[in-house]
């Protein structure tokens, strides 16, 4: 009887937490809307605004939901903390009560993660402003009408970045890199200045003075510094095994040489440095290489259906280059299957290993709920 009513308990405390932590999103999204709605209006008034373009209502919206994002994520985090840590509801602490890492550490991580929430919002918010202005051909919106479509915007972002701050774990963390990355890439090819810079490599798309090429440098270099930095979290150190202990350290290696040598190909776009940028991109694929046979040992837990994907992962990208030295294909394509193939096997594997760490209890529960 005593624990079913102990049960029965769990339940409501974690029913009314969940409860109290959508109430804060919800003041955190109105706070938005209200910020977003005050800033734009005096831009807005007396004007009739295009939906997409320069000095539109979707320009303006994503550049506020982008900020908006970012203060949401950080006050997400900081929800029921101590201080700024991408996991956990506390840091980790050594026995004597002392942090495990540099303070400035988590927190680089953190801003790392809060600026991808952010840039997602913006590109998202210029997505879908494009989209728009093509279904509503030269239509026009009113100051008001513009205002409260900001505003709303805003609002929306705001309380879906912070639930995703404070229930932020590996699992989740996945799905924002892939999202990151897509989303950038895209825009970046829907805006490129040449519509055949497909023609020449994927690379093309960085090597002009245009907002594509920006937006696809960028997109690189945060994806890049999003790997390095959560290479931490995917491979703990603190909790295994000691006889997995050097095989995860060759895991958590490989996989910040793979976030800084990504980081690097949009560093030195082609057009700036043509041997650090291949450098940088061969050695991502080599690294990958080395990682896709150094998993196993490391995460024994992981199911076999895994391990068959990174073998045909690897394999595919040694055809699809086999392809391409043959002329078969050209060098975009079999850039793009490599690229899509490590980042869909990276988002796979950070979702093992947080279903591997919540078996093993290393990864610290999430306040206010989420798994």
């Given amino acids: 009887m005593t624990g079913v009513r102990q049960r029965t308990t769990g339940r409501v405390a974690a029913r009314a937490a969940a409860l109290d932590l959508e109430g804060a999103a919800i003041v955190v999204g109105a706070a938005a809307l209200v910020v977003a709605g005050i800033v734009s209006l005096p831009f807005f008034w007396g004007r009739s605004l295009p939906i997409a373009g320069p000095g539109s209502v979707s320009q303006f919206t994503a550049l506020a939901a982008g900020v908006l994002a970012v203060a949401a994520y950080v006050v997400g985090r900081l929800w029921h903390r101590e201080t700024l840590t991408p996991f956990g509801g506390v840091p980790d602490r050594e026995p004597g009560g002392g942090p495990r890492t540099a303070p400035a550490v988590p927190v680089f991580d953190t801003a790392v993660i ?76 829907l805006t490129a200045p040449d519509p055949h810079w497909w023609q ?12 594509s090429s920006l937006t696809f440098n960028l997109t690189l270099i945060l994806a890049g510094l999003m790997m390095a930095a959560i290479a931490r979290y995917a491979t703990d150190l603190t909790h295994v095994d000691p006889a997995l ?17 990504l980081a690097g190909v949009g560093l030195f776009p082609l057009d700036v440095s043509q041997i650090l940028h291949n450098v940088s991109a061969v050695g991502m694929l080599i690294a990958f290489a080395l990682l896709i ?79």
């Fill in 200 to 211: 020449f490599h994927l690379s093309a798309l960085g090597m002009t003075n245009s907002v």
């Fill in 114 to 189: 809060a600026l991808a929430h952010g840039i997602i919002a913006l590109l998202g918010w210029l997505l879908l402003g494009a989209v728009l202005a093509d279904g509503f051909t030269d239509a026009t919106v009113y100051a008001v009408s513009a205002t409260a479509l900001a505003g709303a915007a805003a609002g929306v972002t705001a309380y879906a970045v912070f639930l995703s701050a404070t229930r932020m774990d590996l699992m989740r963390l996945s799905t924002v890199l892939a999202a990151f990355a897509v989303v950038g890439i895209l825009v970046a090819t």
């Fill in 245 to 261: 202990r050097a095989a995860t350290l060759r895991v958590r290696v490989c996989l910040i040489l793979i976030g800084v040598l």
């Fill in 293 to 371: 046979f150094w998993v196993r040992p490391a995460v024994p837990e992981a199911p076999r259906a895994f391990l068959l994907f990174g073998y045909a992962s690897f394999a595919v990208i040694v055809v699809a280059a086999v392809f391409f030295v043959t002329g078969y294909y050209v060098l975009t394509a079999t850039e793009l299957i490599a690229g899509v193939i490590v980042l869909a096997w990276v988002t796979v594997f950070l979702r093992v290993s947080g279903a591997a760490a919540r078996g093993r209890g290393s990864e610290r529960p999430v306040v206010g709920g989420a798994g």
